[in-house]
């Protein structure tokens, strides 16, 4: 398969599986940027509503942090499931296998972009400038991205090769849910070894904070943090890529017969 | 029609597949689909593969296809050539249009965007689907979907093309006209393996047959007389069941 008819196949399914999830709902597309925004409305009536977080527009905050969030989270999650779940296609056609979380990472591109957009007008009605810090949403998406997709490929072949990885899957992500200061202030923990220490090892604390601190404090993120992270999870994409092209047939073998 | 001046297209030899079952049930739970299993394939010929279900014949046609890779031996196509499964049904999502489906299909077995484009017409046309071409899958009687299938996949140009218990499909006349392409496909030099556990349909298309009984090949040769053995084994079988109920 060449790499353009692979990039077309991954942008059609995707695109399919958009519209088949569309046709299913009465409010079809709205669910897209709905979805996230009740989980905001949900988090934001915990805490700020009921446990009273003095966090200054706590509600931009959490925005940044869970919007992101739910595109790493869903994605990745998605993806660890998609090669087992087309099973179908799998037992009949000898495709590469990176084809099924990728599809499903595009679909959550396509709504995550939409998402962004939302994101950014409630930026700018609520008062706050587009700077030219917002250039380095490139690098930081870009980033956000490649680990998304390695991620996604790790889970994808854990979860073919043993089931059982899936509902730890799920719990690995509430675990970053909490651990990775979506409704709490990573700046604020009192402890700067302990801020440190979490930015250093949570890639996903990581990138939630550089969003804020771009998109509200426009401060540019630790760029050699950044990028050391992008090689890393690009170098793991390569090597998943590279891997699961070898170990195609014993893929599809362990999805088949688990 | 003699098939031995031909080219071997593709041969296993000695192939077998086994996997983990992952509950300890019997061999260790270690599951053998094929032992040793050797045989060519020749350039133009009509070959089929008979057996009862789960012998190991739809994993014969995946090893061919390169969905899967034997645990021994070895898989052997020519180089340049490439067989797939014809596949009905590839990935239908229920609520998308049978065009949208097509499509997707036509994509995955192998056509760029705009080849699958220009298929979808030919594709409407001769599945007889109508106005319902346009209507979700998921509102589609077992026949149509069928239709559908059957009519995406035979779009698929490939060197050996495996065929997997396809032609039972539809109604009547559907079934009829699919047989006929079928036919038109062999007649035209197509490479073709064609598995099914209906004698009937393996003698009647095919030139040569093999027999396989728990992944192992029992006999090979001319379509009519191993069709024939295998019937009678068949039959005997359904002797020696009757025979059992009668005693207990």
């Given at each position: ?153 790790v889970g994808a072949c854990l979860v073919a090769m043993v089931r059982d990885f899936q509902p730890l899957i799920t719990l690995g992500m509430i675990f970053l849910m909490f651990t990775s200061g979506i409704f709490w202030d990573i700046r604020e923990l009192g402890d700067p070894h302990k801020t440190e220490l979490l930015l250093a090892v949570n890639p996903l604390a990581f990138l939630l904070d550089a969003y804020r601190q771009i998109l509200m404090h426009e401060t540019p993120p630790d760029m050699p943090h950044l990028l050391t992270l992008g090689a890393g999870f690009g170098a793991l994409v390569c090597l998943m890529v590279l891997a699961m092209r070898r170990y195609s047939q014993f893929l599809a073998l362990k999805a088949l017969t688990a | 029609m003699s098939v031995s001046k031909h080219r071997v297209m593709l041969s296993l030899d000695k192939v077998s597949l086994s996997y983990h079952t992952g509950r300890k049930t019997f ?222």
């Amino acid at each position: 398969m060449y790499f353009s008819q692979y990039l077309r196949l991954i942008d059609v399914m995707a695109r399919m599986a958009l519209r088949a999830d569309a046709t299913k709902f009465f409010l079809g597309y709205i669910w897209w940027v709905l979805e996230p925004l009740l989980f905001v409305a949900v988090f934001y009536f915990v805490f700020s509503v009921i446990l009273g977080s003095r966090e200054p527009d706590f509600i931009i905050f959490l925005m940044v942090g869970k919007l992101t969030y739910v595109w790493f989270a869903k994605s990745v999650t998605q993806a660890s499931t998609s090669i087992v779940s087309s099973k179908g296609l799998v037992g009949q056609i000898d495709v590469p296998k990176t084809l099924f979380p990728m599809a499903v990472i595009q679909e959550g591109l396509y709504k995550q972009a939409s998402v962004f957009m939302l994101l950014f007008v409630v930026l700018l009605a609520t008062g706050y400038p587009i700077t030219a810090t917002w250039w380095y949403l490139i690098p930081l998406m870009l980033v956000n991205y490649l680990m998304i997709v390695a991620c996604g490929f790790v889970g994808a072949c854990l979860v073919a090769m043993v089931r059982d990885f899936q509902p730890l899957i799920t719990l690995g992500m509430i675990f970053l849910m909490f651990t990775s200061g979506i409704f709490w202030d990573i700046r604020e923990l009192g402890d700067p070894h302990k801020t440190e220490l979490l930015l250093a090892v949570n890639p996903l604390a990581f990138l939630l904070d550089a969003y804020r601190q771009i998109l509200m404090h426009e401060t540019p993120p630790d760029m050699p943090h950044l990028l050391t992270l992008g090689a890393g999870f690009g170098a793991l994409v390569c090597l998943m890529v590279l891997a699961m092209r070898r170990y195609s047939q014993f893929l599809a073998l362990k999805a088949l017969t688990a | 029609m003699s098939v031995s001046k031909h080219r071997v297209m593709l041969s296993l030899d000695k192939v077998s597949l086994s996997y983990h079952t992952g509950r300890k049930t019997f061999d260790h739970g270690v599951h053998r689909v094929l032992d040793e299993v050797s045989m060519d394939l020749y350039e133009g010929e009509t070959l089929g593969i008979m057996g009862r279900n789960g012998v190991g014949k739809t994993t014969m046609l995946r090893l061919m296809a390169g969905i899967l890779a034997p645990t021994r031996g070895k898989v052997v196509i020519q180089p340049g050539k490439k067989a797939a499964l014809l596949s009905l049904g590839l990935g239908f999502k229920p609520e998308l249009s049978g065009r949208d489906n097509a499509l997707l299909s036509a994509m995955l077995q192998g056509s760029s965007l705009e080849q699958a484009t220009t298929f979808l017409d030919s594709i409407a046309e001769f599945s007889e689907l109508g106005e319902s071409f346009d209507a979700p899958v998921k509102n589609y009687s077992a026949g149509m979907r069928s239709r559908l299938g059957f009519t995406t996949a035979l779009m698929t140009h490939v060197d050996i093309l495996l065929v997997d218990e396809v032609l039972s499909v539809g109604d009547a006349h559907f079934r009829g006209k699919a047989q006929e392409a079928m036919k038109n496909r062999i007649m035209g030099g197509q490479t073709v393996v064609f598995v099914s556990h209906m004698a009937d349909q393996v003698a009647k298309l095919c030139n040569r047959v093999i027999w396989l009984d728990q992944g192992k090949i029992v006999d090979q040769g001319d379509a009519v007389e191993v069709t024939d053995a295998y019937n009678a084994s068949v039959a005997e079988e359904r002797k020696i069941a009757a025979a059992k109920k009668l005693l207990r």
